[in-house]
């Protein structure tokens, strides 16, 4: 089992910047691949950025060139710094933890709200 504990939501003024952690612990050996997500009222959860299993990084063109992924092996942290916050950046902010080989297993946290203000 692996556990994903989110940090770092809050409200923010727009054009402003946060950065969101997510703290692992378990069998985080066996994933191998991670990812930011977010979900706004009314609408489906949509990927924002990921560091997916072949490498590099992947991101939505709503934040490209704003969102930065990374990971800290060392603390089991993967984070989400996000600048140049805009008002459609509000959502909850969900970590993600894949294992893509078989047996497949997929675990999120409980989620971070971020608010961006006009």
């Known amino acids: 089992q692996v556990q994903l504990v989110e940090s770092g939501g809050g409200l923010v003024q727009a054009g402003g910047s946060l950065t969101l952690s997510c703290a692992a612990s378990?069998?985080?050996?066996?994933?191998?691949?991670w990812g930011w997500y977010r979900q706004a009222p009314g609408k489906q959860r949509e990927l924002v950025a990921a560091?997916?299993?072949?490498?590099?990084?992947n991101y939505a063109d709503s934040v490209k060139g704003r969102f930065t992924i990374s990971r800290d092996n060392a603390k089991n942290t993967v984070y989400l710094q996000m600048n140049s916050l805009k008002p459609e950046d509000t959502a909850v902010y969900y970590c993600?933890?894949?294992?893509?080989?078989?047996?497949?297993?997929?675990?999120w946290g409980q989620g971070t709200q971020v608010t961006v203000s006009s």
């Open positions: 993600n933890g894949r294992r893509v080989l078989i047996p497949t297993a997929s675990y």
């Open positions: 378990g069998s985080i050996f066996s994933i191998n691949s």
């Open positions: 560091l997916p299993s072949g490498g590099g990084t």
